[in-house]
């Protein structure tokens, strides 16, 4: 019970800070958006694309290890601590060297000196990794959560200040920098642990038989979306970068939420009940009932406003990228299978199996991309969508084959959930044509949405649905009790 408590309190710690974090992203690229224009925005994906996938190689998948391992001491940390910290400092310096082969790639010039000052988070980066792991651990998710907020907040103040002065393109790079410097300094100063010395090469070796597969599965997962701005970046301008890159990061806000939360709470959790192959089970079909329950539909939501959502958020000029953030955000409405079946894999430390599975899936997404890419920007997100629904059964063997929960349960699951999604998208759409654009009839449209959405779970007696009222209604007990 006291488990039960401290998860749903997590849960709700993670998510507030996704979403701050996320919201206060949000707003800052809305008014840098305004600030800067679609060739800015491309220049700073194409730095990102390489940059990005060095900070994940920093980790190394130890801060997952170190978060999975029933028990840790002092020498893991110190260990992890060391390691990360060096493997920082050798990535950052790798990229200073390379930053004028990548521009030359991209055939920008520009992006030589964003790679190098982008090189800067990531030796920053190895310093968070046993604080963000000792958080996590703990389900101190409320720390977490100041953290994100002042690093979101801070940066995006500084990046504003930057381009109103005239700094284009550069404020976008610093305020990824000093977003790292003020997470990593906060997460630091609330651990209240110091590293030794001392370096154990035995524990990095036993830790990394599963950090090491999760780095690599987590790896692949990023090339295959820093792929996509590579080929756009290479084939076509940056512009049309930039364009797809607003479309993109726009559809991941929500997206990201679900992920961060199911990885950040699910991972300490259903570890701790992997033992109990029922109780592992139990709780993956109620966390895959709620999560598609109010994940899809936002999702199909975002995909049927993707025009008026742009031109609101960032201005008229970028309304051409609607197409494209409506095929990513129906692509991104399967997430909760994908994500769920490989917390549940990582909690039994099956990461081998995971490796292995995240191979087949990223293979089939590439080869879905490099498809894609003849048609263009959009081309590649339909590849993405295609990719997603194609990928869900490899998810989902593992469940099966460990847990006895593969493809048909699971869709015996969530199968009414997701008709019910595309029935309301369905009225939403025919909604968007009757009325006119904009004002109070958008407003109205989102109302109606959720009106028929939650109407037609009710009607057919979702279970989800109960599922939804008595979490919210434990959230509610629990409150209560902490408070006396």
Same mark, same amino acid.
């Given at each position: 019970?006291?488990?039960?408590?401290?998860?749903?309190?997590?849960?709700?710690?993670?998510?507030?800070?996704?979403?701050?974090?996320?919201?206060?992203?949000?707003?800052?690229?809305?008014?840098?958006?305004?600030?800067?224009?679609?060739?800015?925005?491309?220049?700073?994906?194409?730095?990102?694309?390489?940059? #990005?996938?060095?900070?994940?190689?920093?980790?190394?998948?130890?801060?997952?290890?170190?978060?999975?391992?029933?028990?840790?001491?002092?020498?893991?940390?110190?260990?992890?601590?060391?390691?990360?910290?060096?493997?920082?400092?050798?990535?950052?310096?790798? #990229?200073?060297?390379?930053?004028?082969?990548?521009?030359?790639?991209?055939?920008?010039?520009?992006?030589?000196?964003?790679?190098?000052?982008?090189?800067?988070?990531?030796?920053?980066?190895?310093?968070?990794?046993?604080?963000?792991?000792?958080?996590?651990?703990?389900?101190?998710?409320?720390?977490?959560?100041?953290?994100?907020?002042?690093?979101?907040?801070?940066?995006?103040?500084?990046?504003?200040?930057?381009?109103?002065?005239?700094?284009?393109?550069?404020?976008?790079?610093?305020?990824?920098?000093?977003?790292?410097?003020?997470?990593?300094?906060?997460?630091?100063?609330?651990?209240?642990?110091?590293?030794?010395?001392?370096?154990?090469?035995?524990?990095?070796?036993?830790?990394?038989?599963?950090?090491?597969?999760?780095?690599?599965?987590?790896?692949?997962?990023?090339?295959?979306?820093?792929?996509?701005?590579?080929?756009?970046?290479?084939?076509?301008?940056?512009?049309?970068?930039?364009?797809?890159?607003?479309?993109?990061?726009?559809?991941?806000?929500?997206?990201?939420?679900?992920?961060?939360?199911?990885?950040?709470?699910?991972?300490?959790?259903?570890?701790?009940?992997?033992?109990?192959?029922?109780?592992?089970?139990?709780?993956?079909? %109620?966390?895959?009932?709620?999560?598609?329950?109010?994940? %899809?539909?936002?999702?199909?939501?975002?995909?049927?406003?993707?025009?008026?959502?742009?031109?609101?958020?960032?201005?008229?000029?970028?309304?051409?990228?609607?197409?494209?953030?409506?095929?990513?955000?129906?692509?991104?409405?399967?997430?909760?299978?994908?994500?769920?079946?490989?917390?549940?894999?990582?909690?039994?430390?099956?990461?081998?199996?995971?490796?292995?599975?995240?191979?087949?899936?990223?293979?089939?997404?590439?080869?879905?991309?490099?498809?894609?890419?003849?048609?263009?920007?959009?081309?590649?997100?339909?590849?993405?969508?295609?990719?997603?629904?194609?990928?869900?059964?490899?998810?989902?063997?593992?469940?099966?084959?460990?847990?006895?929960?593969?493809?048909?349960?699971?869709?015996?699951?969530?199968?009414?959930?997701?008709?019910?999604?595309?029935?309301?998208?369905?009225?939403?759409?025919?909604?968007?044509?009757?009325?006119?654009?904009?004002?109070?009839?958008?407003?109205?449209?989102?109302? #109606?949405?959720?009106?028929?959405?939650?109407?037609?779970?009710?009607?057919?007696?979702?279970?989800?649905?109960?599922?939804?009222?008595?979490?919210?209604?434990?959230?509610?007990?629990?409150?209560?009790?902490?408070?006396?």
């Amino acid at each position: 019970m006291e488990l039960r408590r401290r998860a749903l309190f997590a849960m709700a710690w993670s998510a507030a800070e996704i979403l701050l974090r996320f919201g206060s992203q949000l707003v800052v690229m809305a008014i840098l958006a305004r600030l800067l224009g679609p060739s800015d925005v491309g220049l700073m994906a194409m730095a990102m694309a390489f940059v #990005a996938l060095a900070v994940l190689a920093v980790d190394g998948g130890l801060g997952a290890a170190l978060i999975q391992k029933t028990s840790i001491d002092d020498s893991d940390l110190d260990s992890v601590f060391w390691c990360a910290l060096a493997s920082g400092v050798c990535l950052g310096g790798i #990229a200073w060297c390379v930053a004028p082969h990548i521009a030359d790639f991209f055939e920008a010039p520009k992006v030589e000196s964003l790679v190098r000052t982008l090189a800067m988070v990531l030796p920053v980066t190895g310093l968070a990794v046993v604080p963000d792991a000792l958080l996590s651990r703990a389900l101190r998710f409320s720390e977490k959560t100041k953290a994100e907020a002042l690093a979101s907040v801070g940066s995006g103040v500084v990046a504003v200040a930057l381009a109103l002065s005239g700094h284009g393109v550069d404020s976008l790079a610093w305020q990824v920098v000093l977003a790292a410097l003020i997470r990593t300094a906060f997460l630091l100063g609330r651990v209240r642990w110091l590293p030794g010395i001392a370096i154990d090469v035995r524990r990095i070796s036993r830790l990394a038989r599963f950090g090491g597969f999760y780095m690599a599965a987590s790896m692949l997962d990023a090339v295959a979306t820093r792929l996509q701005s590579l080929l756009i970046g290479r084939l076509f301008t940056p512009a049309l970068l930039g364009y797809y890159t607003i479309a993109q990061s726009t559809q991941q806000a929500p997206a990201s939420v679900l992920v961060g939360v199911v990885n950040r709470v699910g991972l300490p959790v259903l570890s701790s009940v992997s033992a109990s192959k029922d109780e592992l089970r139990s709780g993956m079909r %109620t966390g895959l009932r709620l999560s598609v329950l109010v994940f %899809t539909p936002g999702m199909f939501l975002l995909a049927l406003l993707s025009e008026p959502i742009l031109g609101i958020l960032f201005g008229p000029s970028w309304v051409s990228a609607a197409n494209i953030m409506s095929l990513l955000a129906i692509g991104t409405a399967l997430w909760p299978i994908h994500v769920l079946n490989a917390v549940a894999v990582q909690s039994l430390g099956g990461s081998r199996a995971m490796f292995v599975i995240e191979i087949a899936k990223q293979c089939l997404t590439i080869a879905s991309i490099a498809v894609g890419v003849f048609w263009g920007p959009a081309g590649v997100a339909m590849g993405l969508l295609l990719a997603n629904i194609l990928c869900i059964p490899l998810s989902t063997f593992c469940s099966g084959k460990y847990l006895e929960f593969g493809l048909r349960k699971q869709s015996s699951e969530i199968g009414a959930t997701l008709l019910t999604c595309v029935v309301t998208f369905a009225i939403g759409k025919g909604l968007m044509m009757l009325l006119p654009p904009g004002g109070l009839w958008l407003v109205a449209i989102v109302v #109606a949405y959720w009106v028929v959405y939650v109407g037609l779970c009710s009607m057919t007696k979702n279970r989800a649905l109960d599922d939804l009222w008595r979490m919210v209604r434990a959230l509610r007990v629990a409150g209560q009790a902490k408070g006396a």
